[in-house]
């Protein structure tokens, strides 16, 4: 019998300002890039806001989505690459320019010692993290797990949109989202019951997947604001903070964009434990 997942806690940053961090994370973060940090900094907030009980090392997932990854140090690194030889390129900048340098930050400082996964796709990887982090915890792998999406930009990318039809709108701002996953015993209430996720994905025209042109969102709560990568994982993160403005009941989110079809469903009703 599979558990029953509950989303624990959840929260968003929007914005180079992030509030700050414990001296003990903040002295492990001073290399870290713009990317990492956010995503620290997300995954602290939630998991401060998570039931403060005891779970192994080992019982600890962590699954991470992010569309363009760290550009920004990729960018650097390369700069680094051509001004200075191979030979004296920045090793720091390297080792922070591969897509699972996050995870491995998160890993260490907050002691994620069972199964870790980072997702790097053009569409919605926050979904599919956080898929994989339902399946974790429904099959037994995971008691609590992190799902965690985080974007920031760069003026190569900037420009790439500015050149498209369609890429003359607002830049994007860097933004992290962090949600806590839960197994759910009979009884408790921890959070909003997670009953079904599903992604599917096709080819599309690279100028939709740059823009975010064409992505529509349809739900209670849901709304249609930020056009950007980490979009859908921030109106989600809305929408749950708000569930307790609408009657407890089953909800269903729907998503459509040019290269992505997706469902999101919740039970908010107390006592529920969702599908097993």
């Known amino acids: 019998m599979s558990a029953a997942v509950a989303v624990s806690a959840a929260e968003m940053i929007v914005g180079g300002d992030c509030p700050p961090l414990p001296a003990t994370l903040a002295r492990a973060l001073r290399r870290a890039d713009d990317l990492t940090i956010l995503a620290i900094t997300a995954a602290h907030a939630a998991l401060q806001r998570a039931p403060q009980r005891p779970v192994a090392p080992a019982a600890r997932g962590l699954f991470v989505g992010m569309v363009h990854g760290p550009i920004e140090t990729n960018f650097r690194y390369l700069d680094s690459l051509v001004d200075d030889g191979e030979g004296q390129s920045s090793p720091t900048l390297f080792s922070h320019s591969v897509h699972n340098a996050v995870a491995g930050y998160v890993a260490r400082l907050f002691d994620c010692q069972g199964p870790s996964l980072t997702v790097t796709t053009f569409t919605w990887p926050f979904l599919i993290a956080l898929d994989e982090a339902r399946r974790a915890i429904a099959t037994g792998r995971a008691?609590?797990?992190?799902?965690?999406?985080?974007?920031?930009?760069?003026?190569?990318?900037?420009?790439?949109?500015?050149?498209?039809?369609?890429?003359?709108?607002?830049?994007?701002?860097?933004?992290?989202?962090?949600?806590?996953?839960?197994?759910?015993?009979?009884?408790?209430?921890?959070?909003?019951?997670?009953?079904?996720?599903?992604?599917?994905?096709?080819?599309?025209?690279?100028?939709?997947?740059?823009?975010?042109?064409?992505?529509?969102?349809?739900?209670?709560?849901?709304?249609?604001?930020?056009?950007q990568p980490l979009g859908v994982a921030l109106a989600l993160t809305r929408a749950l903070g708000r569930v307790g403005e609408i009657a407890p009941g089953a909800l269903r989110w729907g998503l459509a964009a040019p290269g992505a079809q997706a469902t999101l469903a919740i039970d908010t009703r107390p006592g529920r434990r969702g599908d097993r």
């Open 143 to 227: 008691e609590r797990a992190l799902a965690i999406a985080v974007e920031t930009s760069c003026p190569v990318l900037e420009e790439a949109r500015r050149r498209t039809a369609a890429g003359d709108g607002e830049p994007w701002l860097p933004a992290a989202v962090a949600w806590v996953l839960e197994a759910v015993a009979e009884g408790e209430a921890s959070g909003p019951i997670l009953t079904e996720i599903e992604v599917s994905e096709a080819p599309c025209h690279p100028q939709a997947l740059l823009t975010r042109s064409g992505e529509t969102r349809s739900g209670p709560l849901l709304d249609a604001t930020d056009q």
